[in-house]
């Protein structure tokens, strides 16, 4: 399974960040399998943004939860991160990822990480 984040680098203050995190090698309706999103902000660690599940069930961190929308386009085996308006604390490296569990939650962890691609919130 390989996974590939894409969008752009730069983003304004108050608008709206969007990545596409494109999967080959898995289905993302294969049963039980959740995909994700984390970040890491420069010098800190990392911070999980949310999940779509292989249903399309959504569940989002609280902290975000208010400015984040994360969706999938079945056809083309992607799913997206929109995260509203972005302020300079929103600088990060964000990363896509594969996780395993239930039909209710992955328990079981996630086990494929896109690479990564820093994304800066700046004028």
């Known amino acids: 399974v390989q996974l590939q984040e894409s969008g752009p680098g730069l983003v304004k203050p108050s608008q709206t960040l969007s990545l596409t995190c494109t999967v080959s090698?898995?289905?993302?309706?294969?049963?039980?399998?959740?995909w994700g999103w984390i970040r890491q902000p420069p010098g800190k660690g990392l911070e999980w943004i949310g999940y779509i599940s292989y249903s399309g069930s959504t569940y989002y961190s609280p902290s975000l939860k208010s400015r984040t929308s994360i969706s999938r386009d079945t056809s083309n085996n992607q799913f997206s991160l929109q995260l509203s308006s972005v302020t300079p604390e929103d600088t990060a490296v964000y990363y896509c990822?594969?996780?395993?569990?239930?039909?209710?939650?992955?328990?079981?962890?996630?086990?494929?990480w896109g690479k990564g691609t820093l994304v800066t919130v700046s004028s």
């Open positions: 990822s594969r996780a395993y569990g239930n039909r209710w939650w992955p328990t079981y962890g996630m086990d494929y």
């Open positions: 090698g898995g289905s993302i309706t294969s049963n039980n399998y959740y």
